[in-house]
């Protein structure tokens, strides 16, 4: 298993999915974020505002992807320099925004990056979800946590933890009183937290 780092060493890039500006998720997410120690770097960057191209797989006929360049390469750099990585993703249709994923399988390229070693520097990274959905079943989330942690764990990776969220208007969210004390707590308990799963 990974060491700790210390929180001198601790770095979050917050990944916004969300095809609306200020939704509940990253209401959410900022509710979390106001928890963590000042001197700990934050980046914010919303992936409606870096759009990537559609994703080719190339694996089998180039084999070597080139250098991404672009608002790709803001992603890519942003990636690797953070310690934690904050998924923040509403619920669409039991999975990922179509951002999120597009995001994800540009990482398929990364991995292919010659000299970039994207795969061997995500190892020991922290993962973090911050997720809503517009049902009082918060259990429904679970395929959409289940990709990230999946992914985590073939990077090596940590699965650090999760806070579920109800949302359906802008600003529903801040009603939902159980996911905001989840989300107080969130960096400093980790693990999904159990209230977040409640009928």
Same mark, same amino acid.
Do not use: C
């Given at each position: 298993?990974? /060491?700790?780092?210390?929180?001198?060493?601790?770095?979050? #890039?917050?990944?916004?999915?969300?095809?609306?500006?200020?939704?509940?998720?990253?209401?959410?997410?900022?509710?979390?974020?106001?928890?963590?120690?000042?001197?700990?770097?934050?980046?914010?960057?919303?992936?409606?505002?870096?759009?990537?191209?559609?994703?080719?797989?190339?694996?089998?006929?180039?084999?070597?992807?080139?250098?991404?360049?672009?608002?790709?390469? /803001? #992603?890519?750099?942003?990636?690797?320099?953070?310690?934690?990585?904050?998924?923040?993703?509403?619920?669409?249709?039991?999975?990922?925004? /179509?951002?999120?994923?597009?995001?994800?399988?540009?990482?398929?390229?990364?991995?292919?990056?010659?000299?970039?070693?994207?795969?061997?520097?995500?190892?020991?990274?922290?993962?973090?979800?911050?997720?809503?959905?517009?049902?009082?079943?918060?259990?429904?989330?679970?395929?959409?946590?289940?990709?990230?942690?999946? /992914?985590?764990?073939?990077?090596?990776?940590?699965?650090?933890?999760?806070?579920?969220?109800?949302?359906?208007?802008?600003?529903?969210?801040?009603?939902?009183?159980?996911?905001?004390?989840?989300?107080?707590?969130?960096?400093?308990?980790?693990?999904?937290?159990?209230?977040?799963?409640?009928?």
């Amino acid at each position: 298993m990974p /060491t700790d780092p210390k929180p001198a060493d601790r770095s979050y #890039l917050f990944v916004l999915s969300s095809a609306r500006t200020g939704g509940n998720a990253e209401a959410l997410a900022r509710r979390a974020a106001a928890a963590l120690p000042r001197a700990v770097p934050q980046t914010w960057l919303d992936l409606a505002r870096l759009p990537l191209a559609p994703f080719e797989d190339i694996r089998h006929s180039v084999g070597v992807y080139p250098a991404s360049e672009g608002h790709a390469r /803001t #992603l890519f750099d942003a990636t690797l320099a953070a310690s934690d990585l904050v998924f923040v993703v509403p619920v669409y249709w039991y999975a990922v925004p /179509t951002s999120a994923k597009l995001y994800l399988d540009h990482w398929s390229g990364w991995m292919r990056v010659e000299g970039a070693d994207f795969r061997g520097r995500m190892a020991g990274k922290r993962f973090w979800a911050v997720t809503i959905l517009s049902d009082r079943d918060l259990r429904q989330a679970e395929p959409l946590l289940g990709t990230l942690k999946l /992914t985590a764990e073939y990077l090596n990776a940590t699965w650090s933890g999760s806070v579920v969220g109800f949302g359906n208007k802008p600003g529903d969210v801040l009603a939902d009183h159980a996911a905001l004390a989840d989300a107080d707590r969130l960096f400093g308990a980790g693990g999904d937290l159990a209230s977040s799963f409640r009928p």
